[in-house]
């Protein structure tokens, strides 16, 4: 019985060292392609969120002008906080969230600006003009940072 307990693990045998270090090598370059897509990841969620956060001003903005006879003359942080309490009008202190950085009116209460800044420092504004145009622009325009064209 000891005989064949000898016998059987002798003919196991287990990865050489170049095989493990071809499976290593492997692995990292994987690594090395997955890794940097992850990391994208977080400024594209950043960015969006701001691009929600002023969308959700610009809707606050306009319920805010239909309950003062069309006027866009109360149009503040403040005000759309009141209407609307998830915008944040204050900058976090944790700088991983986005938060309305600009709320006014425009041609004595004709028009509108909303502007959000994301945790990146990128700038997303909303602005409704006296013809009722609306405009998207952001800042600093940059690739990776959901402000590739100046607009969105």
């Given at each position: ?32 392609i ?45 005000e ?10 204050s ?34 504004k909303?602005e ?11 800042s ?13």
């Amino acid at each position: 019985m000891l005989y064949r307990l000898r016998q059987r693990s002798s003919e196991e045998g287990g990865f050489t060292l170049i095989e493990l270090l071809v499976v290593i090598l492997i692995i990292g370059i994987l690594a090395a392609i997955a890794i940097p897509s992850f990391l994208s990841q977080k400024g594209k969620a950043t960015a969006s969120q701001a691009k929600e956060l002023a969308r959700t001003a610009e809707t606050t903005a306009e319920t805010v002008a239909t309950d003062n006879n069309g006027s866009y003359a109360k149009v503040t942080p403040t005000e759309l906080h009141a209407y609307e309490p998830s915008i944040r009008t204050s900058e976090p202190s944790a700088k991983n969230e986005a938060w309305l950085s600009e709320a006014k009116e425009t041609n004595s209460g004709a028009g509108y600006v909303v502007e959000a800044t994301g945790s990146e420092g990128t700038k997303y504004k909303i602005e409704r003009t006296t013809g009722g145009e609306i405009l998207r622009t952001c800042s600093p325009v940059k690739t990776g940072s959901g402000c590739s064209t100046g607009s969105w």
